[in-house]
């Protein structure tokens, strides 16, 4: 028997499983009870040194197969399982296996669209789907095999992501043809349709569902998406609105971004998109900044902040964290421009709104010209070609009829009976 286990794993006790018996008739008290998918292949869970782990029993070649792509999808980052180890050469003529770590608070697709089933969901798990299949693409990997089933889904700080389970008919190339993503992406449309048909014909899902048009969303996303990610665009030193750019396109297609770079000595733009649910963006600001905004603008100002970080990498040549870069974006960007508005014009907008109408009027100014803008130029334009027009929000209008006074008169006599206002 021959075991290869990845390198750094504390999985030495693998070795005390009964490896001489086939999976299905083991009975060993570690076995446990995990949310799975549907799989050709016998598929069993252990939990050994508290981390359960999945292993599944396919045949020497496509066990070193699986393996070896999953090493492979782990040096470049991409969503999938944790390889852990093969275990072949099996005695009396066992079939290999392939051994991952389970994926922590995954659920698989019959549970997400069966339990929560709404279109809203629904066009989540499609998202997810389709940005883990142009991920691999990007980097190369063909899957052969891309369906709901080899997928798990799990929730992440109000994110939606998807995970590769299954990796046995992986190849990995330099770059993928047109001609090799586009079978990959007809496997995938198949297989999707046909896993919806049978939630279908076991009655857990609506009976309007089309399961050809749910697998085509997955289609045309997957090509917007495509063409968003690997269109090729030049870009100077003092072009941030292109980044900028870049960030709002893929924004308005309904994906966000998880990590936009600029290599170091590159003009390159890196982009992770991702699928997130409302709440997110001011969640994730509030927790990086202390600003505590709105939906919408919290996401405007998570682009800049973003935007801002793979600036600052860029001169580094080096990345930074999350924590360092937010501490960089409030001192260098929010709070110059709040200290920067005139005293007469601080009631016009509360501050986050301001800060986000002006990124619109400073990106507006830098496409126009072709080039950055300086926040020396686009800040006097913003106070005096914008904010200066707009309506004091925070001051009273007048009251002709009285009825403030009188409602400010009732508030005074019983309080517990309104809301007083900020």
């Given at each position: ?251 308005r297609l309904g994906f966000d971004v998880t990590e936009l770079a600029v290599r170091a000595g590159e003009d390159r733009i890196r982009i992770r998109p991702s699928v997130v649910e409302e709440g997110h963006h001011a969640r994730r600001l509030a927790r990086l900044t202390g600003i505590e905004v709105q939906e919408n603008q919290a996401r405007r100002l998570l682009n800049d902040l973003e935007s801002y970080k793979a600036v600052l990498e860029r001169r580094a040549g080096r990345p930074l964290s999350e924590a360092i870069a937010a501490h960089r974006w409030l001192t260098d960007r929010f709070e110059p421009f709040v200290s920067a508005v005139p005293p007469e014009l601080g009631t016009r907008l509360e501050p986050a709104e301001a800060y986000h109408q002006y990124l619109e009027h400073r990106w507006f100014l830098s496409e126009r010209a072709r080039r950055d803008v300086p926040d ?47």
């Open positions: 028997m021959d075991v290869q286990i990845a390198s750094g794993g504390p999985y030495a006790h693998l070795l005390e499983l009964d490896w001489s018996r086939p999976l299905d008739s083991w009975n060993d008290p570690r076995l446990v009870r995990m949310a799975r998918g549907p799989s050709r292949h016998p598929v069993r869970f252990v939990e050994i040194d508290g981390r359960v782990l999945a292993i599944k029993e396919i045949g020497d070649r496509l066990a070193r197969r699986e393996y070896a792509a999953l090493r492979e999808m782990a040096d470049a980052e991409l969503p999938a399982v944790e390889p852990v180890c093969t275990v072949t050469r099996r005695d009396s003529g066992l079939v290999g296996v392939v051994v991952t770590r389970y994926l922590d608070f995954s659920l698989p697709y019959t549970y997400l669209l069966a339990r929560e089933g709404g279109i809203e969901h629904q066009r989540r798990l499609v998202d997810a789907a389709a940005v883990l299949l142009v991920q691999l693409h990007v980097e190369g990997f063909w899957w052969g095999d891309c369906s709901l089933a080899n997928m798990l889904f799990r929730r992440d700080a109000g994110s939606l992501a998807a995970y590769l389970v299954d990796a046995e008919t992986a190849d990995h190339h330099p770059r993928l043809t047109d001609g090799q993503r586009e079978t990959d992406l007809e496997i995938a449309v198949a297989n999707i349709a046909g896993g919806v048909a049978d939630l279908l014909a076991a009655g857990r899902m609506e009976e309007h569902t089309d399961p050809l048009a749910f697998a085509s969303r997955v289609e045309a996303r997957y090509g917007m998406l495509w063409r968003e990610l690997t269109a090729e665009e030049d870009f100077a030193a003092d072009e941030r609105w292109r980044l900028e750019e870049r960030v709002a396109r893929l924004n020396e130029v686009a800040r006097p334009s913003f106070f005096e070609d914008v904010l200066r027009r707009r309506p004091e929000e925070r001051v009273v209008l007048p009251d002709p009829t009285g009825e403030l006074e009188l409602l400010a008169l009732e508030e005074a006599e019983d309080p517990g009976d309104f809301m007083s206002s900020p």
